[in-house]
């Protein structure tokens, strides 16, 4: 396969998480944001800090508010990471390597983009958030369930594969890691009510509510939900899962484990999933995060070395 061609498939796949994602994300700072009272600016700095771009947002901005945050993350051509940026960017990939992916597929890019033409049309009102962000992820999903659906199991689907798991794994970290910027503070609030709301919230933004109530039943604190989205190899969206399935499709490309990307997702899963949630804490919940973050970044990058994305 071209590298040009492996990189439209990992591109295409990783925006297409990442519109849903951000999505997920825009709901959970509303989530938060209804348990606080006071200033809704330093919420939603919190959110734009943990989507990495509260920099370029107040580089365009003059004032930050709830409005211009989730407007920002929504539709603004200007940010890379909004939504109608990323089902843009994934359509224009999707587009690159036609001739590789099924015909149901792409009329599911294609159908995902039109609706987000219509919704993004205009700013989109409060009243009509909830909506607009079930369409989106709605999208989103039909386009994932035709690629299991119709795509063969080969280099093209794990690269697909490959994309897809890379974002995951850097939006349940950072979804995670909300909870250390909106916290911050006021620490004294950790164990309250309110901090297990937040926690509620931080479930419900990876679709992990059901899961997590299966195993933990009505219990369940902090410790139990850290180790559920991050150390548990059942639910598809933990940090474990999602470096497992990297390292599976990384091995069905290549055999050889001396690949510089493949003893690096070995040396991942060594270094931060080789523990219990209490050496996460004791760590320190944000510095994991953050350091796990720099880690599937480093993989991205030696993954595109790796297979020539750029030849």
Same mark, same amino acid.
């Given at each position: 396969?071209?590298?040009?061609?492996?990189?439209?498939?990992?591109?295409?796949?990783?925006?297409?998480?990442?519109?849903?994602?951000?999505?997920?994300?825009?709901?959970?700072?509303?989530?938060?944001?209804?348990? @606080?009272?006071?200033?809704?600016?330093?919420?939603?700095?919190?959110?734009?800090?943990?989507?990495?771009?509260?920099?370029?947002?107040?580089?365009?901005?003059?004032?930050?508010?709830?409005?211009?945050?989730?407007?920002?993350?929504?539709?603004?051509?200007?940010?890379?990471?909004?939504?109608?940026?990323?089902?843009?960017?994934?359509?224009?990939?999707?587009?690159?390597?036609?001739?590789?992916?099924?015909?149901?597929?792409?009329?599911?890019?294609?159908?995902?983009?039109?609706?987000?033409?219509?919704?993004?049309?205009?700013?989109?009102?409060?009243?009509?958030?909830?909506?607009?962000?079930?369409?989106?992820?709605?999208?989103?999903?039909?386009?994932?369930?035709?690629? %299991?659906?119709?795509?063969?199991?080969?280099?093209?689907?794990?690269?697909?594969?490959?994309?897809?798991?890379?974002?995951?794994?850097?939006?349940?970290?950072?979804?995670?890691?909300?909870?250390?910027?909106?916290?911050?503070?006021?620490?004294?609030?950790?164990?309250?009510?309110?901090?297990?709301?937040?926690?509620?919230?931080?479930?419900?933004?990876?679709?992990?509510?059901?899961?997590?109530?299966?195993?933990?039943?009505?219990?369940?604190?902090?410790?139990?939900?850290?180790?559920?989205?991050?150390?548990?190899?059942?639910?598809?969206?933990?940090?474990?899962?999602?470096?497992?399935?990297?390292?599976?499709?990384? @091995?069905?490309?290549?055999?050889?484990?001396?690949?510089?990307?493949?003893?690096?997702?070995?040396?991942?899963?060594?270094?931060?999933?080789?523990?219990?949630?209490?050496?996460?804490?004791?760590?320190?919940?944000?510095?994991?995060?953050?350091?796990?973050?720099?880690?599937?970044?480093? %993989?991205?990058?030696?993954?595109?070395?790796?297979?020539?994305?750029?030849?």
């Amino acid at each position: 396969m071209l590298g040009k061609t492996a990189n439209g498939l990992f591109w295409m796949s990783r925006y297409l998480e990442r519109a849903e994602n951000t999505a997920r994300l825009i709901e959970t700072g509303q989530r938060i944001a209804l348990t @606080r009272l006071g200033d809704d600016a330093r919420e939603w700095a919190s959110i734009l800090q943990t989507a990495g771009s509260y920099p370029a947002f107040m580089a365009s901005h003059d004032t930050l508010s709830k409005e211009t945050a989730i407007n920002w993350m929504l539709r603004d051509r200007d940010n890379s990471a909004s939504i109608r940026s990323a089902i843009d960017a994934a359509r224009q990939n999707a587009r690159l390597v036609r001739t590789a992916i099924t015909g149901e597929v792409w009329e599911a890019i294609n159908a995902t983009y039109m609706t987000a033409n219509e919704i993004f049309a205009r700013k989109v009102s409060e009243r009509d958030l909830p909506g607009v962000l079930q369409r989106i992820r709605q999208g989103t999903a039909l386009v994932r369930g035709m690629i %299991l659906g119709t795509m063969m199991r080969n280099e093209i689907y794990d690269f697909l594969r490959i994309g897809t798991f890379l974002e995951r794994a850097d939006y349940t970290a950072r979804i995670v890691d909300v909870k250390y910027y909106v916290l911050l503070p006021s620490i004294s609030a950790v164990g309250s009510t309110l901090d297990n709301v937040h926690w509620e919230s931080i479930l419900r933004a990876v679709s992990a509510r059901g899961g997590f109530r299966m195993q933990y039943g009505a219990g369940g604190g902090p410790g139990e939900i850290v180790d559920f989205l991050v150390l548990d190899r059942r639910m598809p969206r933990s940090l474990a899962f999602c470096v497992g399935k990297i390292e599976d499709n990384l @091995r069905y490309l290549d055999s050889d484990a001396r690949t510089p990307s493949r003893r690096m997702v070995s040396a991942l899963k060594a270094q931060y999933f080789s523990h219990d949630v209490a050496g996460i804490f004791d760590y320190g919940l944000h510095e994991f995060i953050q350091d796990l973050l720099d880690g599937l970044g480093g %993989l991205a990058a030696q993954i595109e070395r790796d297979f020539r994305f750029y030849e």
